[in-house]
């Protein structure tokens, strides 16, 4: 039993390699054979299962102009099977898409003014995900799954709160549960810095290829998380993907190098309130991004001042992780790019200034603005629909309802 498992497990990873090259764009059934290692008949029979269970569909068949041999068929995700819905509560301003399953946005929202999340926000984003399926873009396709990326800790087993710092009732708010009620699909949720490390890995700045680096999120917040070998470290309790945020030894960590940690944009706030000798921003309320960045670009003494901290600061955790990881990119993403060019050109001066000879790491931006989390949930959305469809095809397929795929599959 373990040895037919194991094999039906291998052509789900066959299934699984040949997903990932349709999902970039329709592509033909010999150029997928060719790239996947596999011969044009054990394709063909895959792709046929594939378009049985819904998720696939052949594009047109119609001969180019000039074209010799045989005609090229090809093949392409089937986005009349239904749509994935995306919620990002990374930022106060939640974000909430639909999207076709080859992770185009359809159609999408916001929710304002969340910084502390509750479940009045579950239900207003329950409404919104109601108004934007009956919008006439989506056309009446049917909701298939639900992905969330969230800030804190979520034990990936039951996708629950084991702590976070936006949500005060972490240990009585399940938005899993919520939105499975309201809506009657699969729910996920994963961190919101690794699932946007994953945005950028499949859509951004990352390269297409095994790599050690890190993704940097500078916002209100910050957070990281770190990947080698082109895959996103999980971590031994699957708790990988923010920095940790010390509470309670702050005056021990501020006065260390490298503390592991990213200064934040709230933490730019405190400072310049520090140096203009003003009452320091309520933590409960957002960061005045838009006037910090206005008053940078003006020349603002103390502005300057506490973003060139920040350079120096996020230079130090930098440089201390790229020495101990040897990694090779780092991208930056969040808010914090609105700052320009000029904060990455600081930030590489104070990288190149305390790395010693060739321990360093290329500073890249982010491809995807803010919406590297919530393109990360889309693919996520829509990875986790495929994998079930392909269990339970296995399942019908072997006559064995207790199949399971490995759950490495399952990781983001």
Known sequence: MKQLENRNNVRVANQ????????????????????????FTAASKIIEEMIEEGILRYASKKKPVNSRGRIPVFVEMNVEEGVVCAIDLSSSDIQII????????????????ARFIGVSHLQDIEKSIKKLLKTKEV???????????????????????????????????????????????KVEMHNDVRIGCLGELRFGAFPNRPFNGMFAH?????????????????????????????????EISNQSAFSGRLFSLREIANKIAELKGTQL??????????????????????????????????????????????LEYTVIEGPVLKFGSEYLDSLRKYILEYSLNEVRTRIVPSKLGIDSSILGVCYQAVSSYLIDVLEEGTKKRLNSPDFKINPVFRDI
């Open 98 to 113: 639909i999207s076709s399953l080859d992770c185009k946005i359809i159609v999408r929202d916001v929710v304002q003014n």
């Open 218 to 250: 500078i916002g209100a917040d910050s957070g990281s998380a770190l990947v080698f070998d082109g895959k996103i470290y999980r971590g031994t309790n699957g708790f990988s993907g923010e920095l940790p945020a010390y509470r309670n030894i702050d």
């Open 281 to 326: 921003p309520d933590p409960e309320e957002s960061v005045d991004l838009d006037k910090i960045v206005d008053d940078y670009k003006k020349g603002d003494k103390a502005t300057l001042q506490a973003v060139d901290e920040s350079c120096r600061r996020n230079a130090i955790t930098i440089v201390g992780f790229s020495t101990l990881l040897d």
């Open 139 to 185: 056309a009446g396709r049917k909701l298939l799954n639900i992905c969330i990326a969230s800030p804190g800790l979520i034990r990936p087993d039951k996708f629950e709160y084991a702590s976070a710092f936006r949500v005060p009732d972490f240990d009585k708010i399940n938005p899993v549960l919520f939105f499975a009620n309201a809506f009657n699909v």
């Open 16 to 39: 699984l390699q040949m997903l990932s090259l349709i999902r970039k764009s329709k592509i033909t059934v010999t150029d997928l054979a060719n790239r996947s290692g596999l011969s």
